[in-house]
Protein backbone atom coordinates (compact mmCIF):
# COMPACT_ATOMS: atom_id res chain seq x y z
CA UNK A 1 0.00 0.00 0.00
CA UNK A 2 1.58 3.26 -0.86
CA UNK A 3 1.57 5.40 2.46
CA UNK A 4 2.52 8.69 1.02
CA UNK A 5 5.77 8.70 2.62
CA UNK A 6 7.67 10.29 -0.57
CA UNK A 7 5.09 13.28 -0.38
CA UNK A 8 7.43 15.13 2.24
CA UNK A 9 10.53 15.16 0.04
CA UNK A 10 8.63 16.01 -3.12
CA UNK A 11 7.03 19.06 -1.12
CA UNK A 12 10.48 20.45 -0.22
CA UNK A 13 11.60 20.52 -3.47
CA UNK A 14 8.92 22.20 -5.08
CA UNK A 15 9.48 25.03 -2.28
CA UNK A 16 12.64 25.28 -2.35
CA UNK A 17 11.94 26.02 -6.59
CA UNK A 18 9.27 28.32 -5.16
CA UNK A 19 11.69 30.50 -2.48
CA UNK A 20 14.25 30.79 -5.15
CA UNK A 21 12.38 33.45 -7.68
CA UNK A 22 11.39 35.52 -4.67
CA UNK A 23 14.60 35.50 -3.36
CA UNK A 24 15.67 36.96 -6.89
CA UNK A 25 12.93 39.15 -6.86
CA UNK A 26 13.64 40.49 -3.10
CA UNK A 27 17.45 41.15 -4.27
CA UNK A 28 16.54 42.65 -7.07
CA UNK A 29 14.15 45.01 -5.35
CA UNK A 30 16.32 45.67 -2.63
CA UNK A 31 19.45 46.34 -5.35
CA UNK A 32 17.13 49.23 -7.03
CA UNK A 33 15.92 50.39 -3.46
CA UNK A 34 19.24 51.45 -2.67
CA UNK A 35 20.44 52.49 -6.32
CA UNK A 36 16.78 54.91 -5.82
CA UNK A 37 18.06 56.15 -2.96
CA UNK A 38 21.91 56.95 -3.87
CA UNK A 39 19.81 58.69 -7.07
CA UNK A 40 17.67 60.85 -4.84
CA UNK A 41 20.15 61.45 -2.72
CA UNK A 42 22.51 63.10 -5.74
CA UNK A 43 19.74 65.29 -7.49
CA UNK A 44 18.90 66.26 -3.60
CA UNK A 45 22.68 67.30 -3.11
CA UNK A 46 22.61 69.15 -6.76
CA UNK A 47 19.79 71.03 -6.32
CA UNK A 48 20.69 72.00 -3.21
CA UNK A 49 23.83 73.34 -4.37
CA UNK A 50 22.01 74.87 -7.66
CA UNK A 51 19.62 76.49 -5.73
CA UNK A 52 22.89 78.02 -3.12
CA UNK A 53 24.54 78.76 -6.29
CA UNK A 54 21.49 80.61 -7.64
CA UNK A 55 20.31 82.93 -4.76
CA UNK A 56 24.40 84.10 -4.27
CA UNK A 57 23.93 85.71 -7.91
CA UNK A 58 23.90 88.73 -8.72
CA UNK A 59 20.75 90.87 -8.82
CA UNK A 60 19.51 92.35 -11.86
CA UNK A 61 15.99 94.08 -11.32
CA UNK A 62 15.69 92.33 -7.72
CA UNK A 63 16.52 88.74 -8.33
CA UNK A 64 19.00 86.88 -9.26
CA UNK A 65 20.20 87.14 -13.10
CA UNK A 66 19.78 83.87 -14.24
CA UNK A 67 16.14 84.32 -13.33
CA UNK A 68 15.75 87.56 -14.63
CA UNK A 69 17.69 85.73 -18.21
CA UNK A 70 14.49 83.30 -17.86
CA UNK A 71 11.76 85.64 -17.84
CA UNK A 72 13.12 87.65 -20.21
CA UNK A 73 13.60 85.01 -22.58
CA UNK A 74 9.86 83.95 -21.87
CA UNK A 75 8.76 87.50 -22.81
CA UNK A 76 10.42 87.08 -26.14
CA UNK A 77 8.84 83.88 -26.86
CA UNK A 78 5.27 85.53 -25.62
CA UNK A 79 6.02 88.73 -28.26
CA UNK A 80 6.95 86.41 -30.70
CA UNK A 81 3.84 84.26 -30.37
CA UNK A 82 1.52 87.85 -29.59
CA UNK A 83 -1.41 88.74 -32.28
CA UNK A 84 -2.43 92.56 -31.90
CA UNK A 85 -5.98 91.00 -34.19
CA UNK A 86 -6.22 88.03 -31.82
CA UNK A 87 -9.11 88.56 -29.30
CA UNK A 88 -9.15 87.05 -25.87
CA UNK A 89 -12.66 85.35 -25.43
CA UNK A 90 -15.51 86.74 -24.51
CA UNK A 91 -18.44 85.57 -22.78
CA UNK A 92 -22.49 86.44 -21.86
CA UNK A 93 -22.93 89.02 -19.39
CA UNK A 94 -25.01 86.74 -17.10
CA UNK A 95 -22.03 85.07 -16.17
CA UNK A 96 -20.03 87.94 -15.12
CA UNK A 97 -19.51 88.29 -11.04
CA UNK A 98 -17.78 90.85 -9.09
CA UNK A 99 -13.98 89.85 -8.67
CA UNK A 100 -11.40 89.63 -5.72
CA UNK A 101 -10.63 93.16 -5.01
CA UNK A 102 -6.79 91.69 -4.89
CA UNK A 103 -4.69 94.44 -3.44
CA UNK A 104 -5.03 97.89 -2.43
CA UNK A 105 -1.54 99.90 -3.76
CA UNK A 106 -2.05 103.41 -4.75
CA UNK A 107 -5.71 103.26 -2.82
CA UNK A 108 -5.10 104.08 0.41
CA UNK A 109 -5.56 107.55 0.57
CA UNK A 110 -9.52 108.85 -0.05
CA UNK A 111 -9.71 110.13 -4.00
CA UNK A 112 -12.71 112.73 -4.83
CA UNK A 113 -14.06 111.81 -8.46
CA UNK A 114 -15.19 115.23 -8.63
CA UNK A 115 -11.71 117.02 -8.67
CA UNK A 116 -9.93 113.71 -10.27
CA UNK A 117 -8.14 114.50 -13.26
CA UNK A 118 -6.14 111.43 -15.80
CA UNK A 119 -2.64 113.28 -16.46
CA UNK A 120 -1.62 112.04 -20.53
CA UNK A 121 2.38 113.00 -21.49
CA UNK A 122 4.61 111.88 -23.94
CA UNK A 123 2.31 113.57 -26.57
CA UNK A 124 3.69 114.45 -30.26
CA UNK A 125 2.02 117.79 -30.12
CA UNK A 126 2.92 119.28 -27.21
CA UNK A 127 5.38 118.90 -24.15
CA UNK A 128 2.48 119.74 -21.43
CA UNK A 129 0.06 116.86 -20.49
CA UNK A 130 -3.49 116.83 -21.53
CA UNK A 131 -5.91 116.73 -18.35
CA UNK A 132 -9.02 114.60 -18.16
CA UNK A 133 -12.34 114.81 -16.01
CA UNK A 134 -13.91 112.17 -15.37
CA UNK A 135 -16.84 113.32 -17.74
CA UNK A 136 -14.49 114.06 -20.33
CA UNK A 137 -13.58 110.51 -20.53
CA UNK A 138 -16.94 109.37 -20.66
CA UNK A 139 -17.06 111.11 -23.15
CA UNK A 140 -15.32 109.17 -25.74
CA UNK A 141 -16.77 105.97 -27.29
CA UNK A 142 -17.94 103.51 -25.04
CA UNK A 143 -17.06 100.47 -25.16
CA UNK A 144 -18.22 97.45 -23.35
CA UNK A 145 -17.09 94.07 -23.21
CA UNK A 146 -17.17 90.32 -20.77
CA UNK A 147 -13.73 89.00 -20.41
CA UNK A 148 -11.70 87.21 -18.16
CA UNK A 149 -9.25 88.81 -15.24
CA UNK A 150 -7.20 86.21 -14.93
CA UNK A 151 -4.88 86.63 -11.86
CA UNK A 152 -1.26 85.40 -11.77
CA UNK A 153 -2.36 83.66 -7.96
CA UNK A 154 -4.10 81.01 -10.53
CA UNK A 155 -7.83 82.33 -10.06
CA UNK A 156 -9.87 83.78 -12.45
CA UNK A 157 -13.61 85.48 -12.67
CA UNK A 158 -15.73 86.67 -16.08
CA UNK A 159 -16.47 90.36 -15.47
CA UNK A 160 -18.83 93.42 -17.72
CA UNK A 161 -16.85 96.39 -17.97
CA UNK A 162 -17.44 99.32 -19.68
CA UNK A 163 -15.68 102.28 -20.46
CA UNK A 164 -13.02 103.62 -24.03
CA UNK A 165 -10.94 101.92 -26.01
CA UNK A 166 -7.33 102.99 -24.97
CA UNK A 167 -6.96 103.42 -28.61
CA UNK A 168 -9.37 106.02 -28.80
CA UNK A 169 -7.57 108.15 -26.09
CA UNK A 170 -4.41 107.28 -27.76
CA UNK A 171 -5.99 109.18 -30.92
CA UNK A 172 -7.33 111.80 -28.84
CA UNK A 173 -3.95 112.42 -27.87
CA UNK A 174 -1.59 111.76 -30.05
CA UNK A 175 1.41 110.07 -28.33
CA UNK A 176 4.70 110.98 -29.93
CA UNK A 177 6.43 109.22 -32.43
CA UNK A 178 9.77 107.39 -33.68
CA UNK A 179 10.19 109.36 -36.83
CA UNK A 180 8.94 112.63 -35.32
CA UNK A 181 6.05 112.47 -38.08
CA UNK A 182 2.70 113.73 -36.99
CA UNK A 183 1.22 109.89 -35.06
CA UNK A 184 -1.64 108.48 -36.86
CA UNK A 185 -2.56 105.41 -34.43
CA UNK A 186 -4.18 103.69 -36.90
CA UNK A 187 -2.57 103.52 -39.84
CA UNK A 188 1.43 103.54 -38.54
CA UNK A 189 1.20 102.57 -34.93
CA UNK A 190 4.80 100.71 -35.20
CA UNK A 191 5.84 104.54 -35.42
CA UNK A 192 4.73 105.00 -31.89
CA UNK A 193 7.06 105.15 -28.87
CA UNK A 194 7.40 101.93 -28.24
CA UNK A 195 6.04 101.76 -24.36
CA UNK A 196 3.15 103.42 -22.08
CA UNK A 197 3.74 104.20 -18.38
CA UNK A 198 1.00 103.73 -15.58
CA UNK A 199 0.52 104.96 -12.57
CA UNK A 200 -1.84 105.81 -9.85
CA UNK A 201 -2.22 109.55 -8.73
CA UNK A 202 0.30 109.03 -5.55
CA UNK A 203 2.86 107.08 -7.79
CA UNK A 204 1.98 104.08 -5.54
CA UNK A 205 1.51 101.17 -7.65
CA UNK A 206 2.57 101.65 -11.45
CA UNK A 207 2.51 99.22 -14.90
CA UNK A 208 5.02 99.75 -17.69
CA UNK A 209 2.81 98.44 -21.12
CA UNK A 210 4.73 97.69 -24.67
CA UNK A 211 2.12 100.11 -26.63
CA UNK A 212 1.67 96.88 -28.80
CA UNK A 213 -0.78 95.25 -26.03
CA UNK A 214 -1.67 98.94 -24.66
CA UNK A 215 -3.39 99.49 -28.22
CA UNK A 216 -5.23 95.99 -28.47
CA UNK A 217 -8.91 96.40 -29.31
CA UNK A 218 -9.64 95.11 -25.89
CA UNK A 219 -7.66 97.56 -23.94
CA UNK A 220 -9.53 99.85 -22.22
CA UNK A 221 -9.98 102.48 -19.84
CA UNK A 222 -12.68 101.05 -17.70
CA UNK A 223 -15.45 103.61 -15.36
CA UNK A 224 -17.90 100.70 -14.88
CA UNK A 225 -17.94 97.36 -13.54
CA UNK A 226 -20.97 94.95 -14.06
CA UNK A 227 -23.11 97.51 -15.19
CA UNK A 228 -22.20 99.82 -11.63
CA UNK A 229 -19.70 102.46 -11.37
CA UNK A 230 -16.69 101.10 -10.20
CA UNK A 231 -16.12 100.79 -6.41
CA UNK A 232 -12.98 102.38 -4.80
CA UNK A 233 -11.39 99.23 -4.04
CA UNK A 234 -11.79 98.77 -7.92
CA UNK A 235 -10.13 101.36 -8.86
CA UNK A 236 -12.90 103.97 -9.50
CA UNK A 237 -12.91 106.43 -11.32
CA UNK A 238 -10.84 104.63 -13.84
CA UNK A 239 -9.35 101.85 -14.17
CA UNK A 240 -7.03 99.66 -16.86
CA UNK A 241 -8.45 96.34 -18.22
CA UNK A 242 -6.47 94.20 -20.08
CA UNK A 243 -7.34 90.56 -21.40
CA UNK A 244 -4.38 89.96 -22.64
CA UNK A 245 -2.44 90.27 -20.06
CA UNK A 246 -2.37 88.72 -15.97
CA UNK A 247 -4.46 91.31 -13.79
CA UNK A 248 -1.49 92.27 -12.36
CA UNK A 249 -0.90 95.25 -14.97
CA UNK A 250 -4.75 95.68 -15.09
CA UNK A 251 -3.94 98.93 -12.34
CA UNK A 252 -7.01 100.57 -10.53
CA UNK A 253 -7.09 104.58 -10.24
CA UNK A 254 -5.07 105.77 -12.74
CA UNK A 255 -3.99 108.89 -12.27
CA UNK A 256 -0.96 109.70 -15.33
CA UNK A 257 -0.68 107.83 -18.50
CA UNK A 258 3.04 108.47 -19.90
CA UNK A 259 3.88 107.93 -23.90
CA UNK A 260 7.71 106.83 -23.78
CA UNK A 261 10.68 105.69 -25.65
CA UNK A 262 11.90 104.09 -22.61
CA UNK A 263 10.74 100.60 -21.22
CA UNK A 264 9.01 102.14 -17.83
CA UNK A 265 9.56 100.30 -14.79
CA UNK A 266 7.02 97.98 -13.49
CA UNK A 267 6.06 97.25 -9.68
CA UNK A 268 5.74 93.65 -9.83
CA UNK A 269 8.55 93.32 -12.23
CA UNK A 270 11.45 95.11 -9.51
CA UNK A 271 9.75 92.25 -7.20
CA UNK A 272 10.88 89.09 -9.41
CA UNK A 273 8.04 89.17 -11.94
CA UNK A 274 7.73 88.60 -15.77
CA UNK A 275 7.85 92.71 -16.94
CA UNK A 276 5.37 91.67 -20.29
CA UNK A 277 2.78 89.46 -18.01
CA UNK A 278 1.15 88.01 -21.18
CA UNK A 279 -1.60 85.30 -21.44
Not at 170 to 193: F, Y
Request: aromatic share 8%; with cysteine.
Amino acid sequence: MNTGEDHPSRGSTESRGAAEPRAEVERIIRSRTRRSFLVAGVVAAAGVAGWRWLVTRREDQGIPWPLRRVLETNEQWARDYFDASRLAPTFPVALAAEPRPNGGIGLEDELDSGTWRLQVTGLAESPDPLSFSIDEIRSLPRFEMTTELQCIEGWSQIVHWAGVRFQDLAIRCGPATVSGEPPDVRARPDDLVPYASVETPDGEYYVGLDMTSALHPQTMLCYEMNGQPLSSIHGAPLRLVIPVKYGIKSIKRIGTIRFTHHRPLDYWAERGYDWYAGL
